[in-house]
């Protein structure tokens, strides 16, 4: 992950009520917001009871559609990061990095996190994390960015990935960035219940929907990390 919202913005919280109905970690606090992150392997071999000493939950990645070749790729990762994040008492959910262009390449991406949670205790969202990729001069790039998805069709396919895993029992979520929230699918047109992540890395959160998870930095520091730096995250625990 890593998307970065469009524009700076002065909104605070107003839109941070809760769209989804992926219940947070909220045990124990009174606080508006949990603090939490997302790992991949990305962020090396991550010390998970360390970590869980000061994030509240986690979103794992278990895979991803590769930007150029297209075929779906597990996170090395993957199972070792949701085994030991259970062992250290870490509420867990995952996502998928998605590339899809269609409704049958998304709902082939939500059979492929189906399976690998399968025997694994995910109690929070299966999330499709939704974006462009990136060449090596830092420019949008790939298949999903050539591929110029229309609104319409984008919400259509993002929807196909909620109801896949929805119909397995699942909460779905979509994660995107403001500037997708705002032009690139109707978040309103998703289903009923589908958890809203949005990455925006300004002051606020610029996009005016109702959210429930703010990533708010994509160079933050926390002890057990395994790399350099991890995405840090808020879900927001109720209304504004």
């Known amino acids: 992950m890593g998307a970065g919202g469009a524009g ?57 559609r590769g930007y150029n070749d297209g075929a779906l790729h597990a996170d090395k990762m993957a199972k070792e990061n949701l085994k030991a994040a259970r062992k250290a008492g870490m509420p867990v959910g995952v996502y ?31 999330i499709i994390d939704y974006e462009y990729g990136y060449n090596a001069a830092g420019e949008h790039a790939g298949r999903l960015y050539d591929a110029n998805v229309s609104k319409k069709d984008t919400t259509r396919l993002l929807t196909a990935f909620c109801d896949t895993v929805t119909a397995d029992g699942y909460t779905a979520g979509v994660y995107a960035n403001s500037h997708f ?41 926390i002890k057990g990390n395994g790399s350099k730096y991890i995405d840090l995250n808020r879900w927001y625990l109720g209304g504004s």
């Open 96 to 126: 998928f990095f998605s590339q899809a262009t269609t409704e049958e390449e998304a709902q082939e991406e939500a059979r492929f996190v189906l399976e690998t949670v399968r025997f694994a205790k995910v109690e929070l969202p299966l």
């Open 181 to 221: 929230y705002i032009s690139k699918f109707d978040a309103a047109s998703l289903p009923k219940g589908t958890l809203r992540w949005v990455a925006d890395y300004n002051s606020a959160v610029t996009y005016t929907g109702d959210f429930d998870i703010w990533q708010y930095s994509k160079i933050g520091k």
């Open 8 to 64: 700076a913005g002065d909104r605070g919280c107003a839109g941070c009520h809760r769209a989804g109905t992926g219940e947070p970690p909220s045990a124990g606090t009174d606080a508006p917001f949990v603090e939490g992150v997302d790992i991949s392997e990305h962020n090396g071999t991550v010390d998970w009871t360390t970590l869980a000493k000061s994030a509240k939950f986690a979103f794992i990645r278990v895979g991803y």
